[in-house]
């Protein structure tokens, strides 16, 4: 059993720091570098609900199976703890992300569709982009998080 919540766990963590690299370096430059940025945004605003699901969903995993590992223990180690900590910030963050900044970039962006050089364009345009540093922060906060939090898992070893 605790070779299954080692794999779970593992695999939750994978998936996680694997899906925020894929859509950090991958996903993003090749849809703004081969589309009009209008079309890009457009097609990111679809991707983002799923890929804020997908972290929210390791997050839990990798939490649940964490703590179960935890409880198969005698103690827990500073490492384990650490670590649960980490999963714990990085899922929040997850969250907050897809269900607070989501929200707001999205009523940001559609009033983008203001004529530009209006006040209304200017102020939406700047809160866009606050909100959009803000995204990239939190998903850059998530991916060292996530290493960290896999090195941690690299360095634990299993206590009786």
């Known amino acids: 059993m605790t070779a299954l919540l080692r794999f779970v766990h593992l695999?939750?963590?994978?998936v996680w720091v694997g899906s925020v690299v894929f859509f950090s370096f991958v996903t993003a430059p090749a849809l703004f570098g081969a589309l009009p940025r209008d079309l890009a945004g457009r097609a990111?605003?679809?991707?983002?609900?799923?890929?804020?699901?997908?972290g929210a969903a390791c997050?839990?995993?990798?939490?649940?199976?964490?703590?179960?590992?935890?409880?198969?223990?005698?103690?827990?180690?500073?490492?384990?703890?650490a670590e649960m900590a980490l999963l714990l910030l990085m899922t929040g963050i997850v969250v907050y992300a897809g269900r607070v900044v989501l929200p707001q970039a999205g009523r940001a962006r559609l009033a983008l569709l203001s004529p530009e050089g209006t006040p209304a364009y200017d102020a939406a345009k700047a809160r866009f982009d606050a909100l959009h540093r803000r995204s990239v922060m939190l998903n850059g906060t998530v991916l060292v998080l996530g290493v960290v939090s896999i090195a941690l898992v690299a360095l634990q070893k299993p206590r009786p």
């Open 59 to 81: 997050g839990a995993l990798a939490l649940l199976s964490g703590l179960l590992l935890g409880a198969r223990q005698a103690a827990w180690g500073r490492l384990l703890a």
């Open 44 to 54: 990111v605003s679809v991707i983002f609900p799923r890929y804020y699901a997908l």
């Open 11 to 14: 695999l939750a963590l994978g």
